[in-house]
Structures are given as structure tokens and as C-alpha cells.
């Protein structure tokens, strides 16, 4: 027998359920599917275990989406402060991190045990274990099959997610619904993901991994401050996944590894100052011991700072400030925390969510082309997107 609903919602994560619990508690029939065998996997691995799952200073500055405006509705109406309220009311302990970001004390189990307890109130059926295999629209709205079942609803709303970390039940779903629908997508690309390098290069830095450094990390249209990491495959730290989200194959990545120093003036002064002091250890002062001898032994040895000419300060310079490597590529989705691009948002009502071709249909969260920077950024997009959604279906 086919089962009726006002929403249908296909994936259970992080938008999805805002969306469900919405529209459920304002009265609506809402069923949620999902395929994966549990609800909010990504919140679960999420934040290191703890969810970072907002940050106090999101502004529409930190994402990125070919219609940069088109965020801007949707997080203006649904504000970090509203899913602090909300983790509040559930006596969620957390805490500031840094920068904003807002983890959970205890573990990330209890933001999904938040969203359950909310779909509950609202009578939200939630159905895992469940691929949706057809979907047709039709007078009323759509009809979908699942498991052998059949499935009406007035209005359909995909949360399906993006690529990143197929292992964790990501698929290309959402893409293909728009596709089917002739919706336009924009070329997906894995984001806040690590860099690799080529063999040679990592041959080269393997003395270096585990060093982690505060740099000014940039690409041609990022620029970010925060800790790199040296690693057995490459670079990773949060100045290179927010990069990473910027970078385009071929492109350098400018690290500035002294990013509270000129460093030209800085080695003049050192230099006149301190002129026993071998250079090695100078450098190592700002930078590490690991870092000051990699570079010394490639380039300059370890000669006295009174010996130094500004040849070999200006030849310092230019390799150091910034430090300049060209990735061979990302991890891909298989790590990567994001999607980039993804469905159209010229396509879709940036108040609703809604398709502009397609009455009734709705893409909320990662599928849609809105990906925020790291630290909390994306939950913030998940819930205030599955909040615009949820609000009018
Ligand atoms: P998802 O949460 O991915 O949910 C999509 C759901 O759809 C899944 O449950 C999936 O099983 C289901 N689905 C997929 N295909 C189908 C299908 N064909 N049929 C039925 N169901 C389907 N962001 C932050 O803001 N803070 C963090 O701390 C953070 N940490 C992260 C850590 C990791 C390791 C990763 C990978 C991501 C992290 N993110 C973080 C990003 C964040 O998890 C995502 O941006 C967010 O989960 C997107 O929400 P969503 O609801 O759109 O998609």
C-alpha cells in the first residue's frame, strides 16, 4: 500500500533533520529516509568526536559558492545564536575552542540525540536502511519507492549531502535528483582536505613530519592564518584545509612562515645584535629546530649571523617569506571534510530552498553550492538551510 506524507526528506543528517523537526513541529506528516544503517554519521565523526557545530562569528564571508549572496537569507534568519539557544534548552554542555568554534564538552552523540528528541516532538518518522531507488512527480507531488515501498508526498526535500568520505554513506544522490529534474549543477571538487606532494618533495620533508607551525597560509583568492602540519603524505593543519578550498591544481600555495616578522629587517637587526649567534639557532627561535635545520643544511649552512651578507639575507627571504609549494593534489573525497560546488543556487530560492523549475522540490545543506570554512561553518549552513526549508514545506 502506498504511504502518503506532506515531506518527504531523503537523508537523515545534519540538514535534514533541522528541516524535519521544523516542519514537523509546525504540524506537518514528515518521513525521513535514509540508506545508511544510522542517523547524522558525519555529526558523529564530526569535530574530532565533539562536533564543532557552529561558530560564533559565522558571517556569509565564510563561504564560498559561485552566487556568493545567495547564503546570506537563510543565515541571516536561522543565527549560530539560535542553535546556541537550542543546544542550551537541551543542557548540552560545550565550549569555545578558538576562534569561535563551539565544540561539545562530552561527545558529538549528543547534538543527533538533540535533533532526535526535536523530530520526535514534531512526530518525525525516520526510516535508515532505506535507498530511494525511483522517483516520479506527479499530480499531488512526487512518488518515490524504497525498499519495495511506495511513497506520496507533496513536497521532497533533498538533504542527501556531498562526496566527501564515501565510506561514511556519502553519495552522489542529490546530484542526480537535480539532474533527473534538469536542475543545473556546478562541477563538485573535494574541499578542506589535505595536500599531497610528489614523491621527491615528500622524500625531501620526511624529516619534517609531525612539525606543526603558525603560518599565513595562501592561494591566489585565500589567505587564512592558522597551524600547518608536516605529515608522512603531505601537508595538512587547518591553514592548509582552508586553503585547500581555494586551490586549484597547478596553483603554489605561499606559506609565510613568519607571519609576525619582516623578516628581511628582523635578520638585518638580529644580525647586528647578536652577531656570535649561528643561524640555525636564530631561525630555529621563530620557526623549529626541525624547520631551521632543514633549511639551513639545503641552503646556507650554519654560519654566524656577523657573517651573513644581505645576499644571503635577501636569498632567506625569498624562500622563506613566503615559502612557496606547489601541491601535486588533495587526498580527494576519500578525507576531504567538504563537497565544492554542487547543486546551482541560481536555480533555487535563496528564502526557501525551493527548485525555481520545479515546485515542491527542495535541496537543503552540502548538496546545494554553498560550502563554508572550516570551524564550524558548514553545520551552521546545514541548519540554517534545513531551517529555511523546513519553515515552509
Ligand atoms: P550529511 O550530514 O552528509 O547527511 C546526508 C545524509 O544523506 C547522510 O545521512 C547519508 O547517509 C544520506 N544519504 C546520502 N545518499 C543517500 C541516498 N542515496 N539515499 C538515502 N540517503 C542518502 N562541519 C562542521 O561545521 N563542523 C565540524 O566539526 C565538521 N567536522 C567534519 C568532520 C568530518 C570527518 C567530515 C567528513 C565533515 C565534517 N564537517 C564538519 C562537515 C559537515 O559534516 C557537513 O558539511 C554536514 O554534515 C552536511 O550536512 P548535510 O545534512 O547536508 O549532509
Excluded at 54 to 59: A, E, L
Excluded at 86 to 109: A, M, N, T, W
Excluded at 128 to 149: A, M, W, Y
Excluded at 368 to 393: I, K, P, Y
Aim: glycine letters at 10%.
Amino acid at each position: 500500500d502506498a504511504l502518503e506524507y506532506d515531506v518527504v526528506i531523503i537523508g537523515a543528517g545534519a540538514a535534514g533533520l533541522m528541516c524535519a523537526l521544523t516542519a514537523g513541529q509546525r504540524g506537518r506528516r514528515v518521513l525521513v529516509l535514509d540508506h545508511a544503517n544510522k542517523v547524522g554519521k558525519k555529526i558523529l565523526m564530526s569535530g574530532g568526536g565533539r562536533c564543532n557545530f557552529t561558530n560564533m562569528y559565522s558571517t556569509p564571508e565564510n563561504f564560498l559558492s559561485a552566487n556568493p549572496h545567495f547564503c546570506k537569507s537563510a543565515l541571516s534568519r536561522y543565527t549560530p545564536w539560535e542553535f546556541i539557544s537550542l543546544v542550551e534548552r537541551h543542557g548540552i554542555p560545550y565550549h569555545e575552542k578558538k576562534l569561535g568554534q563551539l565544540f561539545c564538552d562530552r561527545k558529538s552523540r549528543d547534538i543527533v540525540q538533540l535533533l532526535l528528541d526535536e523530530c520526535r516532538s514534531g512526530n518525525v518518522e525516520i526510516r535508515t536502511h532505506s535507498p530511494v531507488s525511483g522517483i516520479e512527480k506527479c499530480d499531488s507531488g512526487f512518488r518515490l519507492s524504497s525498499n519495495g515501498q511506495t511513497f506520496y508526498c507533496n513536497t521532497l526535500v533533498v538533504a542527501s549531502g556531498g562526496l566527501s568520505i564515501p565510506k561514511m554513506g556519502a553519495s552522489g544522490f542529490g546530484y542526480e535528483v537535480a539532474r533527473q529534474f534538469d536542475i543545473p549543477c556546478l562541477p563538485t571538487r573535494a574541499g578542506l582536505v589535505p595536500f599531497t606532494l610528489d614523491e621527491r618533495k615528500l622524500r625531501d620533508l620526511s624529516a619534517l613530519a609531525g612539525v606543526s607551525l603558525e603560518v599565513h597560509a595562501r592561494t591566489r583568492e585565500g589567505l587564512f592564518r592558522e597551524n600547518l602540519l608536516f605529515t608522512h603524505r603531505g601537508l595538512s593543519g587547518p591553514a592548509i584545509l582552508q586553503v585547500s578550498s581555494y586551490w586549484a591544481p597547478g596553483q603554489d600555495v605561499a606559506l609565510d612562515l613568519f607571519p609576525d616578522y619582516d623578516l628581511a629587517e628582523w635578520l638585518r637587526t638580529q644580525r647586528r645584535e647578536r652577531p656570535r649567534v649561528h643561524l640555525k639557532r636564530l631561525l630555529a627561535e621563530p620557526l623549529s629546530r626541525r624547520v631551521a635545520d632543514y633549511w639551513c643544511d639545503r641552503h646556507l649552512g650554519n654560519p654566524l649571523m656577523a657573517d651573513i651578507s644581505d645576499q644571503e639575507i635577501a636569498f632567506t627571504v625569498s624562500h622563506l617569506q613566503p615559502w612557496s609549494l606547489v601541491p601535486s593534489g588533495t587526498e580527494g573525497y576519500r578525507t576531504a571534510e567538504v563537497t565544492l560546488g554542487g547543486v546551482d543556487t541560481h536555480a533555487l530560492s535563496s528564502k526557501t530552498m525551493e527548485s525555481k523549475l520545479v515546485p515542491g522540490l527542495y535541496f537543503i545543506g552540502e548538496v546545494v553550492d554553498v560550502t563554508g570554512h572550516l570551524g564550524g561553518h558548514n553545520f551552521q549552513w546545514a541548519w540554517a538551510s534545513g531551517r529555511a526549508a523546513g519553515e515552509v514545506v
